[in-house]
């Protein structure tokens, strides 16, 4: 920009007889102007010049497009210096390459959420189970041609369709095998149907029941979420809540126990002596006294209890271990020895992978 | 609002293809914007609706008929026409004797209400009153503010940044240089925000950069702010949150000075200076008895001296 103005400045001084005022690129501003190519924005820090703004109509109308004229000048300046080319061959227009936008501006929906896993896909991260690739096509003996492995004109014929079934040992001879084995498929298509339809069900109710943001504007809150935001309301006045008249059949709360619910009261400052001296003597007589200030048997119970809680606490904590952990590590020790380790020597690339993954989740 | 919050299974394909233009998205869709008409709205007020739908127009939905709702009491039909026809940009216009021309502009964050800001229009001139050649529609505008005041006043600064979203179309990776024909032009002063609106002519200057000269061609308005009602830190944190995928990824080892030199960081194995070649001498080579001796795997005699 600045050997753009330079260059200008010389060209006038070299041709004065020409009018080359109104013909310059060249503007002058006290503050820099800040650029956002990518959204063609110019953000101008000047202060505009307020004599010819204040004037009447006509006149303002003038210093406004006069403004406007010499930022867009400087931005189309910026515009110009980026990378352009020609499109489509050297006679199509010349075409700009802008930067990304850099401005910040909201979005207009939250970013989609992954969707959250099936219940199968649950108990296979679990247990460590992956996904084995196999080829669509298989190579069919008896037409000689690649089929597909699975459904119409698979290989090895369908056996759904078959025309011969034999009857397996131990069965009515009478039973139909062949409405039988039609009867299973049905009940095996409206299972997994019914399953499918449960996941969805499961996924929709983990989108919208979430817990977190209980005051934000979400979507649909429900009657907890707005029983949360009620009750938060109630206590959020300088009393906290003390004053607050009840809602027509809003439920009798306790006030919360905790160090918050109660006031430090502070005793007055000149006044009852009497019970200050009282105060003072009872100290010094517990400080006298002969008795011990530890109530021993107490104490050794206080700390009984506090062991037994930890230990409970602490067993907790590894059983839920225990259950991220996978069930696979807990049930070696319950197999022959040998046979476990051999176990663990064939698949240690798997475990640590399925534990990584464990993880994250 | 239940019909539209329950879960929809769409029958068809085109259905689905409806409802998955309108799903959350990585790299959204351009900002659609709303222009409602109030429940009392004089001439005024329709015609910058209008005029504002003519420079937004094909992302832009125009509400003609009176929708007696108030933004700031009540947002819940703002919220129903928002979902409806998935905009998240407004402009509401009004008019009574309390707050006689009025505008309130918009925008939205997941189907709620974000940032609204209300305007009062003082002076307005019309698209149709400039007898000039208009632009063509759906040109990109460029977009200017002028003034101190857009960067000292929060109020102001979030109302720039409500103009930006609404005025500045659809994010293109390339541009036309010729196509730069619209200049939005805002300036704030003395309270006043007067917004106008320039066709741009590229005159000839003699270098490569064209000398621009402007041209009025409406609507022009002269506003006022009256209320506001700004989003939340925490909502407005939370809007603008960039999703993981999108953030550009940290290349590793390379690094940058202040005048842009890029800088790299090479990671070497310990180098091996039992295999390094040194000054080849003719005296030193190996003979090929001794050669054969190495390969066969039998050690080359030691000297007894040793």
């Known amino acids: ?361 | 609002m239940d019909a539209l919050g329950r879960v929809v299974k769409p029958k068809t394909k085109r259905a689905k293809r409806f409802l998955e233009r309108r799903e959350p998205k990585l790299t959204e869709n351009t900002k659609n914007a709303m222009l409602i008409k109030g429940g009392n709205a004089n001439l005024t007020v329709t015609e910058v609706l209008k005029d504002i739908y003519a420079v937004k127009k094909p992302f832009a939905v125009l509400y003609k008929k009176k929708n007696i709702t108030r933004p700031f009491e009540d947002q819940t039909s703002l919220e129903f026409f928002s979902k409806k026809s998935d905009c998240s940009l407004f402009l509401f216009g009004s008019h009574n004797k309390k707050r006689p021309n009025n505008l309130i502009i918009g925008r939205m964050f997941d189907y709620h209400v974000l940032d609204m800001i209300e305007l009062g229009i003082e002076n307005f001139v019309s698209l149709k009153d400039v007898k000039n050649n208009k632009c063509p529609e759906g040109t990109k505008p460029m977009l200017i503010f002028a003034g101190d005041m857009f960067e000292l006043n929060e109020e102001y600064r979030r109302l720039k940044n409500l103009l930006i979203d609404f005025f500045r179309g659809p994010t293109v990776p390339s541009i036309r240089l010729a196509g730069l024909e619209h200049v939005l032009h805002f300036t704030a002063l003395d309270g006043k925000i007067y917004m106008r609106s320039y066709k741009v002519l590229l005159k000839k200057s003699g270098c490569k950069i064209p000398r621009i000269e402007l041209e009025d061609i409406g609507p022009s308005l002269d506003l006022v702010m009256r209320r506001t009602h700004l989003a939340s830190d925490d909502l407005y944190k939370l809007s603008l949150k960039q999703p993981k995928a999108l953030k550009p990824k940290k290349k590793k080892n390379i690094s940058h000075d202040v005048f842009g030199t890029t800088y790299g960081r090479i990671h070497m194995q310990k180098q091996d200076l039992s295999k390094l070649q040194t000054r080849k001498l003719k005296g030193l080579k190996k003979r090929p008895a001794e050669k054969s001796a190495q390969d066969g795997g039998s050690s080359p005699k030691k000297p007894k001296s040793a």
Not at chain 1, 171 to 191: C, H, M
Not at chain 1, 204 to 209: D, F
Not at chain 1, 248 to 263: D, F, I, Q, T
Not at chain 1, 294 to 312: G, H, M, P, S
Request: net charge positive; charged share 35%.
């Open chain 1, 1 to 361: 920009m600045a050997a753009a103005v330079r260059v200008e400045e010389l060209l006038a001084a070299a041709a004065p007889g020409e009018r080359e005022a109104p013909r310059s690129v060249a503007v002058e501003k006290e503050l820099e102007l800040e650029f956002d190519l990518g959204n063609l924005l110019a953000l101008d820090p000047n202060p505009p010049p307020a004599a010819g703004l204040r004037g009447a109509g006509p006149r303002r109308e003038a210093a406004l497009r006069a403004l406007a004229r010499d930022n867009a000048q400087l931005l189309v300046a910026q515009l110009w210096a980026l990378p352009a080319e020609r499109a489509g061959g050297a006679a199509g227009p010349l075409v700009a390459s802008l930067p990304e936008p850099s401005c910040r501006l909201p979005r207009e929906k939250p970013p989609p959420k992954p969707r959250p896993p099936t219940r199968w896909e649950q108990f296979a991260r679990l247990k460590g189970i992956r996904r084995r690739k196999r080829t669509s096509l298989v190579w069919d003996e008896q037409a000689k041609e690649w089929r597909r492995r699975w459904g119409y004109r698979r290989a090895g014929g369908d056996p759904a369709r078959s025309w011969l079934l034999e009857v397996p040992a131990g069965a009515d001879p009478e039973e139909d095998q062949f409405a039988k084995k039609r009867q299973e498929k049905r009940e095996r298509v409206a299972r997994n149907e019914f399953n499918r339809l449960r996941n969805l069900a499961r996924a929709h109710r983990a989108s919208t029941a979430i817990p977190a943001p209980p005051l934000h504007p979400t979507g649909h809150q429900s009657r907890q979420e707005l029983g949360l935001a009620a009750r938060v309301a109630r206590v959020s006045t300088a009393s906290l809540g003390r004053f607050q008249p009840r809602l027509p059949k809003e439920p009798v709360e306790l006030p919360p126990r905790g160090r918050c619910s109660k006031k430090r009261r502070f005793e007055p400052v000149l006044g009852d002596l009497a019970a200050e001296r009282g105060r003072q003597l009872e100290l010094l007589k517990a400080m006298n006294s002969k008795k011990p200030a530890l109530d021993i048997t107490r104490a050794v119970n206080k700390q009984l209890r506090e062991e037994d809680a930890e230990a409970a606490a602490a067993k907790g904590k590894k059983q839920k271990q225990r259950g991220k952990r996978g069930r696979r590590q807990q049930q070696r020790p319950a197999r022959g020895g040998r046979k476990s380790g051999a176990r663990r020597q064939q698949r240690p690339a798997g475990g640590n992978i399925t534990g990584g993954k464990r993880k994250k989740a």
